[in-house]
């Protein structure tokens, strides 16, 4: 299985302040295609994950430009330029590369 | 829009039974998947069902693991056999959007519990 670990996983940040997470895989997550099959989730207390990011760097539909994907095979970040009450929750990266598809351990993002 | 349902409580040994009931939409065309969160853990992907019924188990559960789906009904339902304490989590259903590999809408969860 590919392992997906990611990092911090708890983050303090200010409203307004910049946030980033790292997230990391145990192979390349690079299809022939050319593309990253790398997915950001976001959990809310209470809710069900909801897509933020699919293919390393394609905002879901409704998902605010603040949210940003990027990285290689293996280094994928998740970058939200001004974090908002809004985005507060546990934040999960997800490959959809190949089977059984898997998830890192999620960051919680917590109000400072 | 995906509900799931089923039992809130399952005795040990026994099989652990969930649908997942899809509106505004149809199970056709699609791939779906079942996953779970144990309390205050992350998230375990089960598989995924196909609508013509095709399947593709997670290794590490497929012993103890039956999809199945229903056209007429639009539905979707998972079997876990044998279940232990440890099996006690909130099971969501999803849909699977194969061409990118993500998973674009999701039930909101029912907690099952495994006690005696």
């Known amino acids: 299985d590919i392992v997906m670990t990611q990092s911090p996983l708890s983050l303090p940040v200010t409203p307004g302040e910049p946030a980033s997470i790292s997230c990391r895989s145990s192979q390349s997550l690079l299809h022939s295609d050319g593309y990253i099959y790398l997915d950001w989730y976001l959990q809310k207390p209470g809710q069900s994950p909801q897509l933020l990011i699919y293919l390393n760097s394609n905002r879901a539909s409704g998902v605010p430009d603040r949210f940003s994907g990027s990285g290689s095979g293996t280094n994928l970040t998740l970058k939200i330029s001004r974090v908002e009450a809004e985005d507060f929750g546990v934040y999960y990266c997800?490959?959809?590369?190949?089977?059984?598809?898997?998830f890192g351990q999620g960051t919680k993002l917590e109000i400072k | 829009q995906l509900q799931e349902s089923g039992p809130g409580l399952v005795k040990p040994a026994e099989t652990l039974s969930l649908t997942c009931t899809v509106s505004?939409?149809?199970?056709?065309?699609?791939?779906w998947s079942w996953f779970r969160q144990p309390p205050g853990k992350g998230l375990e992907y089960f598989g995924y069902i196909y609508s013509d019924g095709s399947t593709d188990y997670n290794p590490s559960l497929k012993s103890r693991v039956t999809m199945s789906v229903d056209t007429s009904k639009n539905q979707i339902s998972l079997k876990l056999s044998s279940v232990t304490a440890a099996d006690t989590a909130v099971y969501y259903c999803?849909?699977?959007?194969?061409?990118?590999?993500?998973?674009?809408?999701w039930g909101r969860g029912t907690l099952v519990t495994v006690s005696s």
């Open positions: 505004g939409g149809s199970i056709s065309g699609h791939h």
């Open positions: 999803a849909r699977f959007y194969s061409t990118w590999g993500y998973f674009d809408l």
């Open positions: 997800m490959q959809g590369l190949r089977t059984p598809y898997t």
